[in-house]
């Protein structure tokens, strides 16, 4: 399987450099990814959560939070999204036949109605806490004007059986191969869960949203910037199981960091170095410049 990452939106959250860890100020608005991945199997293409989609970059304010908008302020470009990216590589929107979901929340889920041929996968936790719409901040983030494709949702409960390294996963997702599967890693949400890919080189895992910054993983001194450790612990459900699937994670890149490519959703150094180019260019686009690897994301 051929796998591309997207950048599908950045997000330009306040606080600058104490989010990003890069914008030069912290007066300035800082500058965070949203890692997709397009998955090219043998007849079809699958994507890995959708950023956010043409209907939000064409009318924002009747689709996603007053106050979402006012603390991450994306940077809404239509060539950004996943379905022009998709079309950049030379594909159409109908080829794309399965969407795997992190989890719901408006910035991963906004592009869903791009694709009206697929099927989508989820955890069925995170599908039933989101239509429970329990909390006020439950409203701002799950964010139902993005869910016309809710016909086509297919869910998945969590059951023992064989595990993927020492974790518990959930394989023969309907109509994928058996190189994709999820991986439980609730916290951040209560159905959150990570895609695991295998290629010819590696696994890979999109963790979503189970960390924010490439130095939360760093096995001895984990590190995460002030204002990306607030939003965690202001959006968690499940603040043990978070924290718990945070060192388990950081185990499995210690343990296994040469048969597992571990990234998240939000972090550009990871994202950059994966894709081989800036996270303001989208896929394929003429003249992008190739990123270095920088020293402060190499694998530790």
């Not at 989010?19 to 994507?47: A, F, K, W, Y």
């Not at 989508?120 to 869910?147: G, V």
């Not at 518990?168 to 990570?194: K, Q, S």
Request: hydrophobic share 35%; aromatic share 10%; net charge neutral.
């Amino acid at each position: 399987m051929r796998v591309h990452h997207l950048n599908c939106v950045s997000s330009c959250p306040l606080g600058g450099r104490l989010m990003d860890g890069r914008t030069p100020s912290v007066l300035q608005r800082g500058e965070l990814c949203c890692h997709c991945l397009l998955i090219e199997t043998n007849n079809e293409l699958v994507l890995v959560d959708t950023g956010f989609g043409l209907r939000d970059v064409a009318d924002p304010k009747s689709r996603l939070s007053a106050f979402f908008m006012t603390l991450l302020s994306p940077d809404f470009r239509e060539e950004m999204t996943a379905v022009r990216q998709v079309e950049q590589l030379g594909f159409r929107a109908a080829d794309v036949r399965h969407i795997l979901l992190t989890h719901l929340d408006f910035d991963h889920a906004g592009g869903l109605d791009d694709f009206p041929n697929a099927t989508i996968h989820m955890l069925q936790q995170e599908r039933d806490y989101a239509f429970a719409q329990k909390t006020w901040l439950d409203r701002q983030r799950f964010r139902p004007r993005q869910w016309s494709s809710r016909d086509r949702w297919k869910v998945y409960g969590v059951g023992r059986g064989e595990r993927w390294y020492d974790f518990d996963c959930v394989r023969d997702i309907a109509g994928l191969p058996p190189e994709i599967l999820f991986v439980p890693l609730p916290g951040h949400t209560l159905g959150h869960a990570g895609i695991a890919i295998q290629t010819s080189e590696r696994w890979l895992l999109q963790a979503g949203d189970a960390y924010f910054y490439h130095r939360e993983m760093d096995f001895t001194q984990p590190w995460c910037t002030p204002g990306l450790r607030f939003y965690q612990t202001m959006m968690e459900k499940d603040r043990d199981a978070r924290l718990g699937n945070q060192q388990r994670l950081r185990q499995l890149r210690h343990s296994h960091g040469g048969d597992v490519e571990l990234f998240c959703a939000h972090d550009p150094f990871e994202y950059e170095r994966l894709a081989g180019h800036s996270q303001r260019s989208p896929v394929g686009a003429k003249g992008m410049p190739d990123m270095r690897l920088h020293d402060d994301v190499r694998p530790r």
